[in-house]
């Protein structure tokens, strides 16, 4: 073969090799980009632990602007692990990758109880709704029902000021190991003193002033808990009689 063939040889097999991995890297990055819509789905079970409003944050910080962002920094959220803001890492597609499939063997020691996610393509859906969410192009979130049942369940928190007169709470009484909480409707729901939870909320979705809100919880009803807009508020509200 003659020196002018060899290199035509070598072109076409250069070539070929350039094309086959353009197109190989088109394909990966094909199969790699999440649907965002399908993300926002899956994102439900993330939303009780997770707002995706910027300040608003619930037992986890808002992941309102996560993507680019360092780990452990978002300010006015409290509770981040020592092991977490010690991580130096930023949130990328690499990282929140990592750490959605495996919080804890990306950052030994974190305290957040989630065991990740091992289906690779729902990690990239829910990275693809994260993306949009940091970029400004997600849906907000829809706001829950009124009333104590339509605050049941996961979803985005509700604005407890907004709350119809089935879950504002005008008294509650106490009596050996049962709680009488009334209603602003004039409705009194019994509950064992285990199944009361009493809450505070001083954000801006909490509850005004002396004006604590019921939120039902438990697939039975008999769960729930009182939601105040302070601590000081609760000692007074809470009256012992057994009349």
Same mark, same amino acid.
């Given at each position: 073969?003659?020196?002018?063939?060899?290199?035509?040889?070598?072109?076409?097999?250069?070539?070929?090799?350039?094309?086959?991995?353009?197109?190989?890297?088109?394909?990966?990055?094909?199969?790699?980009?999440?649907?965002?819509?399908?993300?926002?789905?899956?994102?439900?079970?993330?939303?009780?632990?997770?707002?995706?409003?910027?300040?608003?944050?619930?037992?986890?910080?808002?992941?309102?602007?996560?993507?680019?962002?360092?780990?452990?920094?978002?300010?006015?959220?409290?509770?981040?692990?020592?092991?977490?803001?010690?991580?130096?890492?930023?949130?990328?597609?690499?990282?929140?990758?990592?750490?959605?499939?495996?919080?804890?063997?990306?950052?030994?020691?974190?305290?957040?109880?989630?065991?990740?996610?091992?289906?690779?393509?729902?990690?990239?859906?829910?990275?693809?709704?994260? !993306?949009?969410? $940091?970029?400004?192009?997600? #849906?907000?979130?829809?706001?829950?029902?009124?009333?104590?049942? %339509? @605050? /049941? =369940?996961?979803?985005?928190?509700?604005?407890?000021?907004?709350?119809?007169?089935?879950?504002?709470?005008?008294?509650?009484?106490?009596?050996?190991?049962?709680?009488?909480?009334?209603?602003?409707?004039?409705?009194?729901?019994?509950?064992?003193?285990?199944?009361?939870?009493? !809450?505070?909320? $001083?954000?801006?979705?909490? #509850?005004?002033?002396?004006?604590?809100?019921?939120?039902?919880? %438990? @697939? /039975? =009803?008999?769960?729930?808990?009182?939601?105040?807009?302070?601590?000081?508020?609760?000692?007074?509200?809470?009256?012992?009689?057994?009349?």
């Amino acid at each position: 073969m003659s020196n002018s063939s060899k290199t035509r040889v070598m072109i076409n097999s250069l070539f070929c090799t350039i094309v086959a991995g353009v197109s190989l890297a088109c394909a990966f990055q094909a199969n790699a980009a999440g649907d965002p819509k399908r993300g926002a789905a899956d994102f439900r079970a993330c939303s009780a632990c997770h707002s995706v409003e910027p300040g608003l944050h619930l037992s986890g910080p808002s992941l309102a602007r996560v993507w680019g962002r360092k780990a452990g920094a978002v300010e006015g959220f409290l509770r981040y692990s020592n092991a977490l803001k010690k991580s130096g890492l930023v949130w990328t597609e690499q990282t929140l990758d990592k750490w959605l499939e495996n919080p804890d063997r990306l950052i030994p020691g974190n305290e957040m109880a989630f065991p990740g996610i091992k289906e690779k393509k729902a990690r990239q859906d829910i990275m693809a709704y994260l !993306k949009a969410v $940091s970029e400004g192009k997600a #849906p907000s979130a829809k706001s829950g029902q009124g009333g104590m049942m %339509g @605050m /049941m =369940g996961g979803g985005p928190m509700p604005n407890l000021k907004e709350a119809d007169a089935e879950a504002r709470v005008k008294a509650i009484r106490y009596c050996r190991d049962t709680y009488f909480v009334t209603t602003a409707a004039n409705q009194t729901i019994k509950f064992w003193e285990f199944n009361l939870r009493i !809450k505070t909320d $001083s954000g801006a979705n909490g #509850p005004h002033p002396g004006k604590p809100v019921l939120l039902g919880a %438990g @697939m /039975m =009803g008999d769960r729930a808990s009182v939601v105040f807009a302070g601590p000081a508020e609760i000692s007074p509200f809470i009256r012992q009689s057994c009349e």
